[in-house]
């Protein structure tokens, strides 16, 4: 069964810094894309980012840019959201999920595994 487990969220203060990190229990995440997605209460799920296989394409939903870097460590089965300049309404649950395939493609489409996520607060 392919897991991913996602950690380093926390309660963090306007302005400040997280890294989350996501990795897979017993399987390989070097040959699929993954997309980081969140949910803030009271909202429907939304897309944050994704990053293709080997890394070398990346996007990202327009409310994060400039602020978030995804990357991949694929050597260590691990990929990240680092995430700067925190907003309130960058509070949610953050998801990550391995993609069928090696590109992103869509954001929503061909996602076969979801973590169960992590919980970013954003406040003073």
């Known amino acids: 069964q392919f897991l991913l487990v996602e950690s380093g969220g926390g309660l963090v203060q306007p302005g400040g810094s997280l890294r989350l990190s996501c990795t897979a229990s017993?399987?390989?995440?070097?040959?699929?894309?993954v997309a980081w997605f969140r949910q803030a209460p009271g909202k429907k799920r939304e897309a944050v980012s994704c990053?293709?296989?080997?890394?070398?394409?990346?996007k990202y939903v327009d409310s994060v840019k400039g602020r978030f870097t995804i990357s991949r460590d694929n050597a260590k089965n691990m990929v990240y959201l680092q995430m700067n300049s925190l907003k309130p309404e960058d509070t949610a649950i953050y998801y990550c999920?391995?993609?069928?395939?090696?590109?992103?493609?869509?954001?929503?489409?061909?996602?076969?595994?979801w973590g169960q996520g992590t919980q970013v607060t954003v406040s003073s």
């Open positions: 017993g399987h390989t995440l070097a040959d699929y894309a």
């Open positions: 990053i293709s296989h080997s890394g070398l394409t990346i």
């Open positions: 999920a391995k993609k069928r395939f090696s590109m992103c493609g869509g954001y929503d489409v061909d996602i076969e595994v």
